[in-house]
């Protein structure tokens, strides 16, 4: 099993920055695929971005060049999040891949607004 717990979220204007934490309850190179998700009101929960086996990054195509996600190569997935755009507003949730199985965190709120 994977405890995932999602900080890190809050309000920000337009072209504003912050930087979402995913702390696991277990070593991060345990985990294949470790990824961030975004459902906004109304909407399906989508794909922001993920890093397989702590090294090997994919983005959504909304997020591109915007987003980065990363590990402090222990036990914390961070997404840093520049630029921010009002229709980036959202819950965010952490995404654990582990042993054939998704494990979620509670999901942090972003609102992008002025």
């Known amino acids: 099993q994977v405890h995932l717990v999602e900080s890190g979220g809050g309000l920000v204007q337009p072209g504003g920055s912050l930087r979402l934490s995913c702390t696991a309850s277990?070593?991060?190179?345990?985990?294949?695929?470790m990824s961030w998700y975004r459902q906004a009101p109304g909407k399906q929960r989508v794909l922001v971005a993920s890093i397989i086996r702590g090294v090997f990054t994919t983005y959504g195509d909304s997020v591109k060049g915007r987003f980065t996600i990363s590990t402090d190569n222990a036990n914390t997935v961070y997404l840093q999040m520049n630029s921010l755009k009002p229709e980036d507003t959202a819950v965010y949730f952490c995404?654990?891949?582990?042993?054939?199985?998704?494990?979620w965190g509670q999901g942090t709120q972003v609102t992008v607004s002025s």
């Open positions: 277990r070593s991060i190179s345990s985990i294949n695929i």
């Open positions: 995404d654990a891949n582990f042993g054939g199985l998704a494990y």
